[in-house]
Every structure is written in structure tokens, then in C-alpha cells.
């Protein structure tokens, strides 16, 4: 865990002006982001029998931004507004824990849908129907006890929950890359796992749609130039075939 000199940053008192303009972005980013995925959570609930296997990743993204909101926004806001973090090491481990819990969760469920996507634009159209919603439901629970196992790590010992410098929120204990062995075999291996790895896949499945639609877009080009070719052909034998006669005529007179 942490000492009581790193304790003493969560109660650390911040300047006002500092406290004031964070005040207000947190306020602001907590109404945006609740009334937003909140109206996400209730088109989806309307209109649920639309709603094919794919969508479903989309409303789990909404339930983990919307969770991360009245979870940790509250907290962050009371603590802004005290100028000092309110409830000591119990609530910095609460806000450290559902910060990383959603923020797991939110990634892999962006990595999810890049790849069923990926998967999607580059399948015959028989194929895409092979995504159930079973099979969605399956990624969604696995999404779901990954990101809650790698939260649970560093309340067993691998890895620390800690304050941040300006003591005004808590995440993970960063400082232990350089402290420990523990907490940097920690470090690393959560950078790969649950940021790097998600990155890489993210940007390459993307990446290739990218380039699938362009190809897509210059066949539909060379297409369009096929029929213009064979008009401008007709037009040039329907010429020709005038001309003869017409230079006959004018041969014989």
C-alpha cells in the first residue's frame, strides 16, 4: 500500500483557483457523460428488438463511460469543492478501484468492436450473420472479469492503489515502477495487457477497414468508367455507319 507521507498528498489543501476551474471541468464532464450515455442506455432499451448482436458492444461502452460517472465523479467533485480529498485511504482505494475496473472494461470493449468490425467488412454477407448474440454475450462477460480481475490485482498485493500529487484523486501507484520489483512487474504488465496490446489492435483493425474501403471506392471508380467507355464507343460507330453512306452519296454526285 502507501505510507502516511503519501496519505498526507490526499488531504493536501490545493489552491483555489486551482480547485475552482477543476471544479467546474469535473462538474461539467459529469452532467455531459451521465445525461449522455444515460439517453445511449434508453434508445437502446427502446428500441432493444432493432438491435442486432454487434450493437450490444456499443451499449456495454455506454454502461462503463455512465459508470465511471456516478461512481467517481461525485467524489472527485465533493473533493474539488472541500479543496482537500474527503474519506481518506478507504474512499482513494473505491475511486482507484472503479477507475481502473471501468477504464479496463471501457478499452476492451473499444478493442471488441474494432475487431467484430474488422471482421464484419471483411466477410461475405453469409458469414456476418454467423455473430450471435450469444457469442456477444460470452466476449461481454469475459470483457467484464478481465477488467474486474485486473482491478482486484493490486488489493491482493501486485501492484498499489495511491494518490495522485495534486491529491485530489487516486489510480494507480505509478511510483512503484521505481520502488519495487512487484510493482513494476505490475506496471508492465498492465502497459501491455491492458493499453498497449488494445492500441495495437485498435489501430491495425481500422486501419485495414481503412484500406478496404479505399479499394473498395476504386473499383467502384473503374466501374463507373466501364459503361462511359463503352457509350462513347456506341456514339463512334453510330457515327461511322452515318459518314459512310453520307460520303457515298457525295462520291456519286
Not at 489543501?13 to 439517453?39: E, M, Q, R, W, Y
Not at 482491478?151 to 484523486?169: C, N, T
Request: aromatic residues 14%; contains cysteine.
Amino acid at each position: 500500500m502507501y505510507t502516511a507521507s503519501d496519505l498526507q498528498l490526499i488531504v493536501l489543501c490545493v489552491k483555489p483557483f486551482f480547485t475552482k476551474h477543476l471544479l467546474a471541468s469535473l462538474f461539467s464532464a459529469a452532467i455531459l457523460s451521465a445525461v449522455g450515455n444515460l439517453a445511449v442506455l434508453a434508445t437502446a432499451i427502446k428500441c432493444s428488438s432493432h438491435l442486432k448482436p454487434p450493437d450490444l458492444l456499443s451499449i456495454n461502452l455506454a454502461i462503463t463511460d455512465f459508470g465511471m460517472a456516478i461512481t467517481m465523479y461525485p467524489l472527485a467533485i465533493a473533493s474539488a469543492w472541500n479543496h482537500a480529498w474527503i474519506g481518506g485511504q478507504p474512499t482513494c482505494l473505491y475511486y482507484a478501484l472503479m477507475g481502473f475496473f471501468f477504464g479496463v472494461a471501457s478499452m476492451m470493449t473499444l478493442t471488441a468492436m474494432a475487431v467484430i468490425r474488422y471482421l464484419v467488412t471483411s466477410t461475405t454477407t453469409s458469414t456476418r450473420n454467423t455473430i450471435k448474440k450469444q457469442a456477444v454475450y460470452i466476449l461481454l462477460a469475459g470483457i467484464w472479469l478481465y477488467a474486474l480481475l485486473w482491478a482486484i490485482f493490486p488489493l491482493v498485493g501486485w501492484g498499489h492503489y495511491g494518490p495522485e500529487p495534486f491529491g485530489l484523486s487516486c489510480t494507480i501507484a505509478w511510483a512503484e515502477f521505481q520502488n519495487s520489483t512487484n510493482g513494476f512487474s505490475f506496471i508492465i504488465s498492465m502497459f501491455i495487457l491492458c493499453t498497449v496490446t488494445p492500441a495495437v489492435t485498435i489501430i491495425t483493425c481500422y486501419t485495414r477497414i481503412a484500406w478496404k474501403l479505399h479499394k473498395a471506392y476504386q473499383e467502384i471508380r473503374n466501374y463507373d468508367k466501364i459503361p462511359n467507355a463503352a457509350r462513347v464507343e456506341r456514339k463512334l460507330t453510330l457515327v461511322s455507319s452515318y459518314r459512310g453512306p453520307i460520303s457515298l452519296k457525295y462520291r456519286q454526285s
